[in-house]
């Protein structure tokens, strides 16, 4: 008996190590950008029934676990503490060091508001570059601004 959605993330992910499967490839056949589908996998994001049965072939999991992906999950779920995966922790990073510069550079374009990040989307690609192989990341969410009542 499966007892809550972080229990599905643990089957999806040593289902996608045997199988030796690429994000990119299961987002292909579910029909959606590889981001949201690896949140959804991660736990971060509920699936159609559709969807959901799709990721249960792809993982062969069983039909307590693809009616788990439907549930709403917790969003952010992950640990409050500062993170200690050397690459969340340099998101963790950024935002400590440009957070201050991205909010004022944000309200003096749109005002006082925020970025949504449910109307959302985000691209990840790799950026071919002599000195090494960059990561570039676009985060693009609707501008959603305070109402004065």
Known sequence: MISDRSEVTRLILAAK???????ADVAEKV???????TAGCLGQMTFSKAQAEVVGTIFDLSDEAVAWLQIVPYKGSLPT???????I????EIVSVYGSTIKELIHEEFGDGIMSAIDFSMDIQREPDPKGDRVNVVLSGKFLPYKSY
């Open 81 to 87: 503490a500062v993170p200690t995966d050397p690459l």
């Open 89 to 92: 922790y340099r998101w963790y």
């Open 17 to 23: 190590v045997s199988k030796g499967l690429k994000w």
């Open 31 to 37: 029909g959606l950008s590889k981001e949201w589908v």
